[in-house]
């Protein structure tokens, strides 16, 4: 199967060279492992380090889950960029608002990305499954709606448990707790997209 139109995820953090270039790109090859070229993922910065490569801790992980650090180049978030995409996935509460901020009508395309792995979980465990007839790329493009519809089955114990902490300019404890709270919400998301794809 291969789609015209990739279902374009975006990824979201401050400065686009800790956490959103992670998510990016191992959302990225795991995205591609379950449908080459049905997706595309890319990341910005709320108040990006524009021009940047990945931080070398941050790369590190990437090349620990499989995924390539290279060729990225940090940029900034703006409204255009937002408007190309299906599903916002931020790292923390703060970035989400600074979508909406940028773009109120991208409200329920834009979750913080431990939320959402929370979301689609809930949505198996329903069994909300869509229609047989509709294809993966629409599937994915109403999958935001689907999600929100079970937003209050997964609210956060506290706020914190919805970011990824930021370990900018810190040691590397600091980047194995992002790894810590990052993974387990990307490995989520791969196995719902694995399941909507057998479904």
Not at 45 to 64: E, K
Not at 85 to 101: I, P, W
Not at 188 to 195: N, Q
Request: charged content about 25%; glycine content about 6%.
């Amino acid at each position: 199967m291969t789609l015209l139109h990739p279902v374009r995820i975006l990824t979201v953090c401050t400065g686009n060279i800790c956490r959103s270039p992670v998510a990016e790109r191992l959302l990225q090859a795991g995205l591609d492992q379950v449908l080459p070229g049905g997706f595309e993922v890319r990341s910005a910065g709320t108040r990006a380090m524009v021009g940047n490569p990945i931080q070398p801790l941050s790369a590190d992980i990437i090349r620990r889950y499989g995924g390539t650090p290279d060729d990225f180049s940090s940029r900034q978030l703006n409204q255009n960029i937002l408007r190309e995409s299906d599903l916002v996935l931020t790292m923390a509460s703060n970035h989400r608002g600074e979508v909406l901020q940028l773009d109120p009508s991208m409200l329920k395309r834009t979750f913080t990305i431990r939320e959402f792995a929370r979301m689609v979980t809930a949505l198996e465990a329903r069994g909300n499954a869509s229609p047989s007839d509709t294809d993966f790329a629409q599937l994915w493009r109403e999958l935001p709606a689907r999600a929100s519809s079970v937003r209050h089955l997964v609210l956060a114990a506290q706020a914190s448990d919805n970011d990824v902490a930021d370990p900018y300019k810190q040691g590397a404890e600091a980047y194995l707790r992002m790894e810590d709270e990052l993974a387990p919400a990307i490995l989520r998301i791969l196995r719902h997209a694995r399941l909507s794809l057998a479904s």
